[in-house]
T-cell receptor
Framework: DAGVIQSPRHEVTEMGQEVTLRCKPI?????LFWYRQTMMRGLELLIY????????DSGMPEDRFSAKMPNASFSTLKIQPSEPRDSAVYFC?????????????FGQGTRLTVV | AQSVAQPEDQVNVAEGNPLTVKCTYS??????LFWYVQYPNRGLQFLLK??????LVKGSYGFEAEFNKSQTSFHLKKPSALVSDSALYFC?????????????FGKGTMLLVSP
C-alpha cells in the first residue's frame, strides 16, 4: 500500500479564495483524521470520520472550514473563504477499526500558504 | 480528559551519546502510548507504542521507550544517537477506557544531534 496520500503537497492562494485539500486513506482503514500543524499551536485535531461519517468536528476552527468523506477512499477539507491565519500544514491520517491500541498513519501533508 | 506533556522544546546531544526525550501523560484509565517522528517537510512516522506487557518497548531505528506507571512517563531513548536522528518527536496517548478516543499529541520536542 502506498500509505496515506494527500494532494496537493503545496498550495499558495490569495485571501478570500476557496481551498480544497484532498486525502486518500490506506485501503481498509475506517478511521480518517484531519490535523493542522502550526508553530504556535502544534498539532491540532480538526475532525475525524468513522466509516465515512463525521464523528467529532469540535476542532474545526470556524464555519469557513468543512470536511467531507463521500466514500471510504476519499476525503476533502475545504476552506472558504481562506484567510492568512489559515496558513499551516494540514495532515490527513487513517487507522484501523476501533481498536484503541492501533496507531494512526499520516500522509505527507499539504503546506497551505494564504497571502 | 487525556493529555500529554513534553517538557523540552529542544534536546541537544552529540553523536554517539545516549539520548532521552521526555514525555509524561494523564489519562483516567489505562494508557496506550505512542511515539512518532517527523522529518523536515514530511508527515509523522510511527516509531513505537506501549499497549501492555513489558515496560520497555523497542521500535524502529534503534529507539526504545520505557513506560513508568508510577511516574506517568513514557520517555523515548536511544543508546547511541546519530546525526540522522535529528527531527521533531511527538509523544501521543489514548485512553483505553474511553471507548474509541482519538490520539492526543504533545507539542513535540526537536532533537538536534551534532556531529
Amino acid at each position: 500500500d502506498a500509505g496515506v496520500i494527500q494532494s496537493p503537497r503545496h498550495e499558495v492562494t490569495e485571501m478570500g479564495q476557496e481551498v480544497t485539500l484532498r486525502c486518500k486513506p490506506i485501503s481498509g482503514h475506517d478511521y480518517l483524521f484531519w490535523y493542522r500543524q502550526t508553530m504556535m499551536r502544534g498539532l491540532e485535531l480538526l475532525i475525524y470520520f468513522n466509516n465515512n461519517v463525521p464523528i467529532d468536528d469540535s476542532g474545526m476552527p470556524e464555519d469557513r472550514f468543512s470536511a467531507k468523506m463521500p466514500n471510504a477512499s476519499f476525503s476533502t477539507l475545504k476552506i472558504q473563504p481562506s484567510e492568512p491565519r489559515d496558513s499551516a500544514v494540514y495532515f490527513c491520517a487513517s487507522s484501523l477499526t476501533g481498536a484503541t491500541n492501533t496507531e494512526a498513519f499520516f500522509g505527507q501533508g499539504t503546506r497551505l500558504t494564504v497571502v | 480528559a487525556q493529555s500529554v506533556a513534553q517538557p523540552e522544546d529542544q534536546v541537544n546531544v552529540a553523536e554517539g551519546n545516549p539520548l532521552t526525550v521526555k514525555c509524561t501523560y494523564s489519562v483516567s484509565g489505562n494508557p496506550y502510548l505512542f511515539w512518532y517522528v517527523q522529518y523536515p517537510n514530511r508527515g509523522l512516522q510511527f516509531l513505537l507504542k506501549y499497549i501492555t506487557g513489558d515496560n520497555l518497548v523497542k521500535g524502529s531505528y534503534g529507539f526504545e521507550a520505557e513506560f513508568n506507571k508510577s511516574q506517568t512517563s513514557f520517555h523515548l531513548k536511544k543508546p547511541s544517537a546519530l546525526v540522522s536522528d535529528s527531527a521533531l518527536y511527538f509523544c501521543a496517548v489514548r485512553d483505553s477506557n474511553s471507548g474509541y478516543s482519538t490520539l492526543t499529541f504533545g507539542k513535540g520536542t526537536m532533537l538536534l544531534v551534532s556531529p
